[in-house]
């Protein structure tokens, strides 16, 4: 199990952007490091999806609907994840959530809220 914790969320016009933070403030760079991440997103009424990964390595991939405008990255020394988001869509709002590759199922933080909205 391994302790994360979302941040970063708010409030925000089509076409702007908000940077999402996971950090695992219990970790330790050896055991963080090794670690794949994803992270998540569930609007109200919809099942949790998937929505961008980095690997241990540095390799990313992401959701077909967000590549392009969004970006993860990772340092292992902060033990943090990072989601930048750029022109953000009313489609966007949602719980964001991190998690490890494979999940950890007592790794769900509470995630933060974007919204999306004018």
């Known amino acids: 199990q391994i302790l994360l914790v979302e941040s970063g969320g708010g409030l925000v016009r089509p076409g702007g952007s908000l940077r999402l933070s996971c950090a695992a403030p219990r970790s330790i760079f050896s055991t963080f490091s090794p670690l794949d991440m994803d992270w998540y997103r569930q609007a109200p009424g919809k099942q949790r999806e998937w929505v961008a990964r980095i690997t241990s390595d540095g390799t990313t991939t992401y959701k077909v609907s967000v590549k392009g405008r969004f970006t993860i990255s990772r340092n292992n020394s902060r033990k943090t994840v990072w989601l930048q988001m750029n022109a953000l869509q009313p489609e966007d709002t949602a719980v964001y959530y991190c998690?490890?590759?494979?999940?950890?199922?007592?790794?769900w933080g509470q995630g933060t809220q974007v919204t999306v909205s004018s």
């Open positions: 998690n490890t590759n494979p999940i950890s199922a007592d790794s």
